[in-house]
DNA sequence: TAATATTATTAGCCGTGGCTAAACTTTATA
DNA sequence: TATAAAGTTTAGCCACGGCTAATAATATTA
């Protein structure tokens, strides 16, 4: 019934929002072609875990979304403890987990979780759902909406993109770090922020990327 | 290339010994038909990880039997973590490892050996290949062969069977556990043996399970 | 040694989850 | 608003790893 390729379908359209989403859109995400994605996509919906509209989009019904969030909570659970047992750097966790998500038993993620305290965020911020998919309120916001002169926090990195996760950190962007926002670059949306008495300029997509919260 | 099935396939083949290994007792140990063990044998001997005369059996190659021990290196280290860091009890161990084991990359294996000190046996005693699949010269005996009134200590118990794995503990048969060998039925071949100043019966078929020293 | 039982293989089917190529909708653009 | 472009679906292929049923080889035993 579940598989590998089921779950990865699932918690891409999680992560790609509530409704209406596109066949192209998914298939980019998961690095397979159109066609694989709509046959997968009639494939769940015939068994309830998905509502489609052929040509219009598809969407997680509810026990999809339970689904996903399954499989979301095994991802940031299993990424919080290979961080906290070997210290992986939080640029490699998320791969790893990619795959271990798949092959952990509800048995095992119970032990996980209970070793780690119930944890609600991850290594990069991210909420973990709870066991039957709640997410806690958090009340992060985009960087890229933040107001100039505003001094903030960071509370979320992004976790797929390695590369992304290095720039970030070397640049002094990590968890807790407290940043004061310089000013926005009209014609790119870029930010310039400071950060311990230094300037970075933050992409707009970058800022697109991270979560804070006001102080 | 190198699929879950195909592991399980190598690794089954590697527990069933070097040579001559029928179709039957391979599908009966994976819980396949010995139509699709077959197929996959072919399969495998195609790849070059295994050789087979039709009819008369099938063995692993030099390159399979390398393949095998890796997954028993992953699967045995994966026990130990789990071990180490959740306290899962060594029934529960090995139906997690079973399937953890096939998402562990070669990075996640070098952490995890690191972090426990390059380990040469799991929680079941097992030894534990090295990442070339070395296994370290052991000379664990088995329980059935020791002679009578010996003093033997308990260096591996099963690992597959939780309610073997529980009788054992149950009785007090556990790692460096020391007993003492009294008797042979011969009818049975079944033992009695001394522990902690009681006496227990151990069937032939559990003393063929259990490694032990001499004292 | 001939019949029988056991073991192994082959043939052919099925579901899964990829793919390409072609057809069809919807949306954008001239 | 007709045409082109973009997005989506369908049709049909493939490898994988199961299965059953039929056949073939080997081992046992009468
Ligand atoms: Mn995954
Ligand atoms: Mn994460
Ligand atoms: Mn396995
Ligand atoms: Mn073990």
Redo the contacts with the bound molecule.
């Keep these: 019934m579940t ?4 779950e ?1 379908y699932l918690k891409a359209m999680w992560k790609l929002g509530s409704s209406n989403i ?4 998914l298939a980019n995400h998961l ?13 769940l919906s015939e068994n309830g875990l998905v509502r ?1 509209k ?4 598809a969407s997680l019904t509810e026990i999809g979304l339970k689904q996903a969030l399954s499989v979301v909570r095994r991802h940031r659970l299993l990424e919080t403890f290979l961080s906290k047992t070997l210290g992986l750097s939080n640029e490699s966790l998320h791969v790893e987990a990619e795959r271990l998500e798949h092959a952990l038993s509800k048995d095992l993620e119970n032990s996980i979780a209970k070793y780690l305290n119930n944890p609600v965020r991850d290594p990069h911020g991210h909420p973990i759902p709870g066991p039957n998919g709640e997410i806690f309120n958090n009340e992060d916001i985009l960087l890229s909406e933040c107001p100039i002169s505003s001094t903030i926090i960071i509370r979320q990195v992004p976790d797929e993109d390695s590369e992304i996760l290095i720039w970030l950190k070397h640049n002094g962007v990590s968890l807790g770090q407290k940043m004061y926002i310089k000013s926005k670059n009209n014609f790119d949306d870029s930010l310039v922020v400071e950060i311990n008495n230094s300037l970075i300029e933050i992409s707009s997509n970058m800022s697109k990327l991270v979560y804070v919260t006001i102080e």
């Design positions: 598989s590998i390729a089921r990865d596109g066949t192209l859109e690095k397979v072609t159109p066609a694989s994605t709509t046959k997968m996509i009639l494939k489609h052929p040509y219009k989009g």
